[in-house]
């Protein structure tokens, strides 16, 4: 071969190899996302709010899974800690809105929620941001739908 054909060999040698691997490392879209599985969770998202109002503790015993990762302004939280702030009566939820859920199925056995919150809160004598861009990820274990995580931005 000479210098010219090299030129052209080089780069279609190259795509040859390199596309395929591109290919392998690309996981295939989720499946668009069953309607029972759809309205169970934004049951789920939608009565979480209600339990947090009511500082029902143990709903989110069944809501949150045992590897739950909360974030929000004051750190990092897990399952625990938040079943505890819930029970505890330091946060008073006057009032909550939320806008439309949007759902996106990120795997067969993923969701993920977002949508803006806004709520009139006191935890002691600290107002909790409001509104907020809500994040939950939800998982399905053992045929029921877990939360396991929830974070939160507040919107400018």
């Known amino acids: 071969m000479n210098l010219r054909t090299n030129w052209i060999f080089i780069p279609l040698l190259a795509a040859a190899v390199v596309l395929p691997l591109l290919a392998l490392g690309q996981s295939k879209a989720a499946a668009p996302l069953a309607p029972a599985d759809e309205a169970a969770i934004r049951d789920l998202e939608t009565k979480s709010w209600v339990a947090w109002q009511a500082h029902d503790a143990m709903f989110f015993e069944g809501f949150l899974s045992d590897d739950h990762v909360e974030v929000h302004g004051y750190g990092v939280a897990g399952k625990a800690a938040v079943v505890n702030g819930v029970r505890s009566a330091v946060c008073v939820v006057s009032r909550y809105s939320l806008s439309p859920l949007s759902l996106t199925a990120v795997a067969s056995d ?43 931005t507040p919107a400018t």
């Open 110 to 152: 993923s969701v993920l929620v977002t949508y803006r919150a806004e709520q009139d809160t006191l935890c002691g004598t600290a107002k909790v941001p409001s509104p907020v861009w809500a994040t939950s990820l939800y998982v399905k274990r053992g045929g029921r739908w877990l939360n396991v995580l929830y974070q939160h």
